[in-house]
């Protein structure tokens, strides 16, 4: 799944578009956006590098069992949508 934290730019290197597991990932104490991407080659000796973000958690030994709880970030005490990763409580 593509999900990013929304409390950071896209620009920025840790709001960039991640593969995880998860929606609410971004708000997962083992959450770590990292570019996995490697350099691809375009012809005649010249190469390009290919972005790749992964969760370096998930990537290197998977999610952790069981899934710690997510840590939501909401605007007030009775705000409804979490400013991380758009999570809609009731």
Do not use: L
């Not at 956006?33 to 973000?53: F, L, S």
């Not at 998977?62 to 979490?82: A, D, F, L």
């Amino acid at each position: 799944m593509q999900v990013r934290d929304r409390t950071k730019k896209k620009s920025e290197y840790k709001g960039r578009v991640t593969d995880t597991s998860m929606k609410i990932c971004p708000c997962m104490p083992c959450f770590n956006p990292h570019d996995c991407g490697r350099h691809v080659y375009t012809g005649a000796n010249q190469r390009e590098w290919k972005i790749d973000m992964q969760c370096a958690t998930r990537h290197n030994d998977g999610c952790p069992r069981p899934k710690p709880e997510p840590e939501h970030i909401y605007v007030s005490k009775y705000g409804k949508i979490c400013q991380r990763c758009g999570f809609v409580r009731a």
